[in-house]
């Protein structure tokens, strides 16, 4: 079956532009999570969607990232405003989630670069 | 919140055993211990999860000690292809919201 997908696969904006990350989780999945990977580093968890609950939002890095989760499915991840800093791949995963931590299948990423 | 650490960096010959041990001290009882591989440009691929003892698959095993605040990845019989970043993922529940923690990851490379 289709796995989890990302769009766009890379992006160059420019400083101070805002940018939209979409994701496609696979069909039944009702848990979401996205990701940032600098160049060379690990995984930094950004925020975590479970069905349609309301997520934690406490784990995005400044105010000007959000998320959000329509119908429970497809998420958005939006950077405003947008600083060199920001640049990473982002990469989105989607499980089977109730509770705890479940085996989790990652998209092959979004690629920003910030000029 | 539960931090893990792994080492950095392991080598390792063809057809040799591999353990990569995670410490996770804060590891809180509803947590799951995943491990997960990634090669370059890739997302990260799902290798084997447990909870307590040990659990056992068709490309690794995982040893848990009672306590919980560590875990071992064993892969038997490496080759090439086994080289690639191993990420220890601890599930963490606390203050009524959750938080994953993924280790650093620990830079696997096999040689001839």
């Known amino acids: 079956g289709a796995g989890v997908s990302q769009s766009p696969s890379n992006k160059v904006t420019e400083k101070g532009k805002d940018v939209e990350l979409r994701c496609d989780p696979i069909?039944?999945?009702?848990?979401l999570y996205w990701y940032r990977q600098s160049l060379g580093q690990g995984l930094e968890f950004l925020i975590y969607?479970?069905?349609?609950?309301?997520?934690?939002k406490s784990g995005l890095p400044s105010d000007r990232f959000s998320a959000e989760r329509t119908g429970g499915s497809v998420s958005t991840l939006t950077i405003q405003r947008t600083q060199q800093e920001d640049s990473a791949v982002y990469l989105c995963?989607?499980?089977?989630?109730?509770?705890?931590?479940?085996?989790?299948?990652f998209g092959p990423g979004t690629r920003l670069t910030v000029t | 919140l539960a931090k893990t650490t792994q080492p950095i960096s392991m080598d390792s010959y063809e057809g040799q055993e591999v353990n990569i041990t995670c410490s996770h001290n804060n590891i809180a009882t509803n947590d799951y211990i995943t491990w997960y591989q990634q090669f370059p440009s890739q997302g990260p691929r799902f290798i084997i999860q447990?909870?307590?003892t040990k659990v056992t698959n068709e490309v690794a095993s995982l040893f848990i000690p009672a306590d919980r605040k560590s875990s071992t990845l064993s892969l038997p019989r490496v080759s090439l292809s086994d080289t690639a970043v191993y990420y220890c993922?601890?599930?963490?529940?606390?203050?009524?919201?959750?938080?994953?923690?993924f280790g650093a990851g620990t830079r696997l490379a096999v040689h001839p």
């Open positions: 995963a989607s499980s089977l989630g109730d509770t705890g931590v479940r085996e989790q299948y």
């Open positions: 447990g909870y307590k």
């Open positions: 969607f479970q069905g349609n609950s309301a997520p934690d």
């Open positions: 993922l601890v599930g963490d529940i606390s203050g009524g919201y959750n938080k994953l923690i």
């Open positions: 069909s039944g999945h009702t848990a």
